[in-house]
Each structure stands twice: as C-alpha cells, then as structure tokens.
C-alpha cells in the first residue's frame, strides 16, 4: 500500500505511474474528491472547536459575574454534538481512502523499463548455453512417463488435474533440489532457514497483497468463524513473521529461505501449460526473502537474484534474466527480474524465478517497521523476495537439459551427493 500522504501531494505522479502500469487511472479522481471532501470536513471542525472554545471561555466568564449563560450554554452543546458528527464524517472519509489506496498498485521504480506486456520485457543477461543434442529432445512429461517417474494420470484419479504423482528417483529428485537449494542458501548465502505453517490467516494476505484483489486466486479453506488460506508460496508467511513489530535496525538485513509446499488456483489460466507440470495448483519451492534498509533495498535485490541465479550454474542450466516492463510487474512489486530457464524439450525460455523489490509497499500493509538512527520516529522497512528456485520447474529443466539418447536423465555433479545416484532410467511400478 502506498503512503496515504504520498498519494495526496503526488497525484499527478501517481496518475503517471498508472498509466505506465497499463492502468486507467479513474480511480484516483474519487481519491481526490474524497480527499476534497475530508479536508472539507476537518477544516469545518477546527473552525467549529475554536467558536466552541470561544463560547466556553465567554460561559465561565458569565458564570464568573453571576450573569445567565444558558443561552451559550446550548449554543456549546449543539457545537459539540455538530463536531461529532463532523468528525465522524470525516473518519468515513479517511476509510474510504484507504480502502481506495487498497487498490492502487505499487509505484514502479524509475529504472523499470516502461511498457505494455511481456513482449516489452528487457533482457539484462544470460548465462550458458543450451544443450546440444544428436537427435529431437523430448518434453519432461513424455521423459517422465518413459522413465516411470512422472504419473499424472493416477494424480488425476487423486484429486484432478493439474496435480502430479513423482515416483522412485523422480519423487528423490524433488528432495534433492530443495535440500541442495537450502544448503546453498544457508551455507553460501547467508540466510536462516525457516519452516513456517502453510495455512495462514487473511491478515497475513493481506499483508503481502494477496488480499482482497486476488481472493480468486487462492485456495480459501473455512475454519471455524474465520478462514483460512493454503500459501500461493512463502513470500506470505515469511514476510509476515514480522507483522506489527519494529526490528532493531542492526539486524537489517534479515535473509531467510524457506521450502513449501505452494497452492495457486491458476483462475484466469484455462488451457494454459496444460501438459506437464508447469502450472499446477500444487507445488514446491524454495522462497528467498529479505527485510532491508530503504536506502540498500536495490542492492539486496540484486543480491537476492545473482543467489537465485548461482543455483542454476551450479547445475549448469542455460538460463536468461529480463527485467519486466511497467505492463508486467506484479502489483505489489516496484522492480521485477524474471528468471527464465532454457527448455530444449519445448525450445523456449520459462520462467523459474520472479526477483522483486516491494519498497515499503508490503511493510506498510503488514505494519514492518525498523528504529531509524538519528530520526525521531520509526520507519517501514523495504521487502525482497524471489523463488531460489521453484522446485517443480527446476525439475523439468534437469530432466529435459540432460537427457539422454536412449532416453535416461544424467544427473549434474552438483546434485549427486543429494540424489545419491547419477542418472535415472527406466524403471516401471
């Protein structure tokens, strides 16, 4: 959420930015009318106090010389009984500012490129180079169902589609991916591994901005008189870790990573990625996240990318980044890179990590505040997250990077120790 202040002095900003965003910014005319109307409101209450006060002071005077008051008397209580209801007023005023400032998106940094969709995104980088094969490489999901390590039709008769069954190696593979990102991460990197719930409450939704905009998106579970939500990914939980509390400015940076599983409805993806295990409703991932200094956030965003990035030149995967355009940041997010991965099974890039940096967009929404040195009230902190990787995806690229011609998967050095074998290959149950 913006700054409500912010907003006020900035509008024609503000407007601008929306614009950018690929957005009608029609909202924020009501903003100004309700903020005319607010100040409208305040301004008739202080003039309202000061004839009170005034009357008040004239009452005691009276008073003092024996002299009838009734009169102002009942002038002073209609100004009082007037003043509430101002008041009142101008507090609904104030909820409908917020309530509009709930469906602003963040302001995109200026360094964002500025564009319309995707097609706009700027590439900042690659790494690698695809593999190069013999004969046609195949897509994991046919790889997987040939080597008897992919099932999705039994995760069909589970529970429906857009699930996935992992046997034997395929299912260690998982395992090994998570273990060997978290190790890197907390090894390496520098970031305390956390294991949070995976069910959380509409206040921490809220707080990442999940909440209300993209209810839809979400698998909502009732519970008792509230609900409760499966994590979209662990940006939620780990990031509200800290709601409503003011951290010690020397521990800035705070780096945590954490594995879990992840739930997304994918509404509006009808007949998407509909082969595979691209886009599924569940799936696992390793989350990076950072609580940052304002003035050093864009430092640990990029940061925070090149540790997402290391796992894919450990396993040697060609990979590329893209800075994403105004049209295609998320809403929370001021500055985004994509991280694709090459799929020679599919010949295209997909994207395996989203690195953003949220400014104190997410921290004013969860209340995320630190001491400031030297200033006399506390301030928001900046948040940074990002896939270190999404597990699912990253398996795909192994499998269809490093297949084989009579069909096997060979598995890079790095994640041997994980696996504890050094290839995959048929095996039917």
Known sequence: MLDLAFVRENLPLVEEKLRQ??????????????????????????????????????????????????????????????????????????????????GIPNMPHES????????????????????QFDFTPKPHWELGEHLGVLDLERAVKLTGARFAVYWDLGARLERALANFMLDLHTREHGYTEV??????NSESMYGTGQLPKFAAEQFRVPHGDKDLWLIPTAEVPVTN????????????PISL??????????????????RGIIRQHQFQKVELVKFSRPESSYQELEKLTQNAETVLQKLGIHYRVVALCTGDIGASSAKTYDIEV?????????????CSNFEAFQARRANIRYKSEGKGKNEFVHT???????????????????????????????LRPFMGADRITLKKF
């Open 195 to 200: 294991l949070p719930p995976f069910l959380v």
């Open 21 to 102: 965003r690929g957005m009608d910014p029609a909202a924020l005319k009501d903003f100004h009318q309700v903020d005319a109307q607010r100040r409208q409101v305040i301004t008739e209450v202080e003039t309202l106090k000061a004839r009170r006060n005034r009357a008040s002071e004239e009452v005691a005077k009276l008073k003092k010389g024996g002299q009838d008051a009734s009169g102002l008397i009942a002038e002073t209580k209609s100004l009082r009984e007037r003043i509430q209801e101002l008041e009142k007023s101008a507090e609904q005023y104030e909820n409908q500012l917020r309530q509009l400032l709930i």
């Open 257 to 274: 990573t954490a594995y879990t599983p992840c739930f997304r409805s994918e509404a509006g993806s009808y007949g998407k990625d509909v």
């Open 112 to 131: 964002v490129p500025v564009g319309r969709s995707a097609e706009d995104n700027v590439e900042v980088r690659r790494w690698g180079s695809p593999p």
């Open 241 to 252: 870790l800290y709601r409503d509390e003011v951290l010690d400015s020397l521990r800035l």
């Open 342 to 354: 090459w799929l020679p099974g599919q010949q295209l890039f997909r994207e395996i990590s989203s």
């Open 384 to 414: 940074v997250n990002g896939s270190g990787l999404a597990i699912g995806r990253t398996w795909v690229a192994l499998v269809e990077n490093y297949q084989q011609a009579d069909g096997s998967v060979v598995i890079p050095e790095a």
